[in-house]
């Protein structure tokens, strides 16, 4: 260490004037009071978004009870309908077990029959019509019925 580091800072020895310090000083407590006040609007900011976030989710959370109850509700409604609708299944099977027959019995008794050739087929669109031979291709190739199609109104 030398001396000059005990001495008072004055005349020769002061190397930056007391002026230039003490505005630095100054210049770095506006800036940390500059900081402070952005720092406290953004924490007001964050604590508004807070409070709004906090609302909106006391709302989801009411309305997701709203809906759960609901879906209590409708569970119930299901499982009430599911045992009626099995109820009534027993009681149809029960009654076509007792009654089917009797209902067969009726429809055997109380059916509608037509007179054959009652219909008038004098109209060409009403003449029957021969009947369709309906075979499969490899028959039909065995029995010499496919070929080139020459004339495609042509029947062999």
Same mark, same amino acid.
């Given at each position: 260490?030398?001396?000059?580091?005990?001495?008072?800072?004055?005349? %020769?020895?002061?190397?930056?004037?007391?002026?230039?310090?003490?505005?630095?000083? %100054? @210049?770095?407590?506006?800036? #940390?009071?500059? &900081?402070?006040? /952005?720092?406290?609007?953004?924490?007001? +900011?964050?604590?508004? %978004?807070?409070?709004? #976030?906090?609302?909106?989710?006391?709302?989801? &959370?009411?309305?997701?009870? !709203?809906?759960?109850?609901?879906?209590?509700?409708?569970?119930?409604?299901?499982? &009430?309908?599911?045992?009626?609708?099995? !109820?009534? /299944?027993?009681?149809? #099977? /029960?009654?076509?077990?007792?009654? +089917?027959?009797?209902?067969?019995? &009726?429809?055997?008794?109380? /059916?509608?029959?037509? $007179?054959?050739?009652?219909?008038?087929?004098?109209?060409?669109?009403?003449?029957?019509?021969? $009947?369709?031979?309906?075979?499969?291709?490899?028959?039909?190739? @065995?029995?010499?019925? #496919?070929? $080139?199609?020459? @004339? $495609?109104?042509?029947?062999?």
């Amino acid at each position: 260490m030398s001396i000059t580091t005990h001495l008072p800072r004055i005349g %020769l020895f002061d190397r930056t004037p007391r002026t230039a310090r003490k505005h630095r000083a %100054l @210049d770095e407590i506006d800036r #940390l009071n500059t &900081e402070v006040a /952005r720092l406290q609007t953004l924490l007001d +900011g964050a604590h508004a %978004l807070i409070a709004g #976030l906090q609302m909106q989710n006391s709302d989801t &959370e009411a309305k997701q009870a !709203e809906a759960e109850e609901l879906v209590v509700k409708q569970q119930a409604d299901i499982d &009430e309908l599911t045992a009626e609708r099995d !109820e009534l /299944r027993a009681e149809v #099977l /029960r009654f076509r077990a007792r009654f +089917g027959p009797q209902l067969a019995a &009726e429809a055997n008794a109380n /059916r509608i029959t037509v $007179p054959p050739m009652q219909r008038d087929t004098s109209a060409i669109e009403d003449q029957a019509t021969g $009947p369709i031979d309906v075979t499969t291709l490899w028959q039909a190739a @065995d029995a010499g019925r #496919l070929g $080139p199609v020459t @004339d $495609p109104g042509q029947v062999r």
